[in-house]
């Protein structure tokens, strides 16, 4: 949490340069935002989402952090 707002690691946009994306575990759906990390407004469209009241801070998910995780879904995905 950075200042009763929660931190979400996200995802580059392939469709927006410098915009980020993350899950949204309450939705179940992507949520899209405009470039560069810090505090956004929620885009929930679960009215029971934490996430309305309080927004979130975006920060990017590190490139070497991304790779590791690019290669273990392919992994699964090959089981």
Known sequence: MNNKHPVIKA???????????FWCPFCQE???HGRGEGHRVAHCSNPESP????GYVLK????????????????????
């Open 51 to 54: 996430f309305k009241e309080t």
């Open 11 to 21: 995802l580059p946009r392939p469709d927006f340069k410098g915009g980020l994306m």
């Open 30 to 32: 992507w949520h899209r």
């Open 60 to 79: 990017l998910i590190p490139k070497q952090m991304r790779r590791k995780l690019v290669k273990s879904l392919k992994e699964s995905l090959s089981e």
